[in-house]
T-cell receptor
Framework: DTEVTQTPKHLVMGMTNKKSLKCEQH?????MYWYKQKAKKPPELMFV???????INESVPSRFSPECPNSSLLNLHLHALQPEDSALYLC??????????????FGPGTRLTVL | GQQVMQIPQYQHVQEGEDFTTYCNSS?????IQWYKQRPGGHPVFLIQ?????EVKKQKRLTFQFGEAKKNSSLHITATQTTDVGTYFC?????????FGKGTTLSVSS
């Protein structure tokens, strides 16, 4: 099973709402990632978890809050977002996140619209 | 710092024509991975090259790693409409892959 699942597929939220994006994998991977992708742009790295510890936060605004409850689950908590945060949010996982040869497996993404 | 440039950024071909995208690095790479993202989809791993001069084939796709391990190419023979999408050769940044702009291929039938 090489599947990464993400819920919800689509999300519309107001600027005062609090919501969460969820990601799950059952490949035994120990590294998980959040990427943000705007239309016609490449995926942009937001957060990296390796062995359930946040190893990289690419200077992402605090209105995005990641959480890794266990090695299979990754959440992204959203609060007080701005319309410019509307994008496709991609979750990915890899074996360990420590080797250049680690292959990343991406989920289908959550398409977020902030009104 | 280490950078990977991919050319061309956009390419339009007629169905049946060949297509090549190049990935060029300023420094020697330990390996290179290729991903494809279809319109409306998510990046999907295609292949990994590790050895100098390595060539791998997947049906109509041919991947090559340069002798100096500073460049790589992806060649598609006789493109089909199913080849449409953006092809990436992301850079390994220590704990994650960093994606550049990629090459976006469009195919008209």
């Amino acid at each position: 099973d090489t599947e990464v699942t993400q819920t919800p597929k689509h999300l519309v939220m107001g600027m005062t709402n609090k919501k969460s994006l969820k990601c799950e994998q059952h490949m035994g991977h120990r590294a998980m990632y959040w990427y943000k992708q705007k239309a016609k742009k490449p995926p942009e790295l937001m957060f990296v978890y390796s062995y359930e510890k946040l190893s990289i936060n690419e200077s992402v605004p605090s209105r995005f809050s990641p959480e890794c409850p266990n090695s299979s689950l990754l959440n992204l908590h959203l609060h007080a977002l701005q319309p410019e945060d509307s994008a496709l949010y991609l979750c990915a996982s890899s074996q360990a996140g420590t080797h250049a040869t680690d292959t990343q497996y991406f989920g289908p993404g959550t398409r977020l619209t902030v009104l | 710092g280490q950078q990977v440039m991919q050319i061309p950024q956009y390419q339009h071909v007629q169905e049946g024509e060949d297509f090549t995208t190049y990935c060029n690095s300023s420094t020697t790479l330990s390996n290179i991975q290729w991903y494809k993202q279809r319109p409306g989809g998510h990046p999907v791993f295609l292949i990994q090259l590790v050895k100098s001069g390595e060539v791998k084939k997947q049906k109509r796709l041919t991947f090559q790693f340069g002798e100096a391990k500073k460049n790589s190419s992806l060649h598609i023979t006789a493109t089909q409409t199913t080849d449409v999408g953006t092809y990436f050769c992301p850079l390994w940044a220590g704990t994650a892959l960093i994606f550049g702009k990629g090459t976006t291929l469009s195919v008209s039938s």
